[in-house]
């Protein structure tokens, strides 16, 4: 176990760890850390748990590249810059080892793509205190089936233990997973909500809802049966992309706009019902 506890320390050839990387199994950055240095935890290939503590707010290029089998993340920073593409996420290079990714009661915002892609992660769990959700942070990750929310959040929601990510304000679902059950007083589904994920037969949207985000089915290659509400005016781009199990297909009577590519490559589709455009 490695404890650290000082802050930004960024020489170019800064190496502390030579010779021992591959014995590391447990790294803990503690509340004093302000700044994860560059190439820190480079190629620590015995590390297979992390914490990381509430002040830091930066994370440099590369501080965990190479660290490819971590399983375990425990983020508890209260902020921290939201990276502008998907490839400088802290983690994104460690997509396919995480495991296990818990979020801390400090936590106040999650960054923009920060588990991107973890294909292997089973359940998220959003804290009491977080206040603000970045675009694409849970992004793409397919075989998740646990999606919940501490009761005392005034910002998002699981309601009814319904396995989904809400924004409480707008009824807005965030993130869904296989056995989410979509509320009945939802508005909208969120771009890329459900984007990639296994094992997701069937989607019932509720008459409340009026759009469908770019992407938010993409990817659902075992969905087989579709229910749009008629109140629906917006599909947008690629929405239902790559559905490749999808038969049949009936567009709601209020639809004004049809996305670019909403259901392209939807190749099992035999028969489409257009009541409306």
Avoid at 17 to 41: E, H, Y
Avoid at 133 to 156: H, K, M, Q, T
Avoid at 234 to 250: K, R
Wanted: aromatic share 10%; net charge negative.
């Amino acid at each position: 176990v490695r404890t650290y506890n000082t802050i930004d320390i960024s020489y170019s050839y800064w190496d502390p760890f030579n010779g021992i990387r591959a014995q590391l199994t447990t790294f803990i950055f503690g509340d004093s850390v302000r700044v994860i240095p560059k190439n820190l935890c480079y190629e620590m290939t015995g590390l297979t748990s992390m914490s990381l503590g509430c002040n830091i707010g930066e994370i440099k290029d590369n501080a965990f590249y190479g660290c490819r089998n971590i399983k375990h993340i425990h983020w508890n920073l209260r902020t921290c810059k939201d990276p502008l593409i998907y490839t400088q996420a802290p983690f994104y290079s460690l997509r396919d080892s995480i495991t296990d990714f818990t979020f801390g009661d400090s936590v106040r915002h999650i960054p923009a793509y920060l588990c991107h892609s973890m294909r292997r992660l089973h359940q998220i769990h959003i804290p009491k205190n977080v206040s603000s959700i970045a675009p694409f942070a849970f992004r793409y990750l397919g075989v998740l089936d646990s999606i919940s929310v501490a009761d005392e959040n005034r910002w998002y929601d699981s309601r009814n233990h319904c396995n989904a990510l809400i924004e409480t304000s707008s009824n807005i679902l965030m993130l869904g997973c296989y056995k989410t059950q979509i509320p009945s007083d939802m508005e909208g589904i969120g771009d890329c909500a459900f984007r990639n994920v296994r094992g997701l037969n069937t989607v019932l949207l509720p008459e409340g809802v009026t759009f469908v985000g770019e992407e938010a089915f993409n990817g659902c290659q075992d969905l087989q049966e579709l229910t749009l509400s008629d109140n629906i005016e917006t599909i947008d781009n690629y929405a239902f992309q790559d559905c490749s199990s999808l038969p049949v297909l009936e567009l709601p009577s209020k639809l004004k706009r049809l996305g670019f590519r909403a259901f392209a490559h939807c190749s099992g589709l035999e028969s489409i019902k257009c009541n409306a455009l």
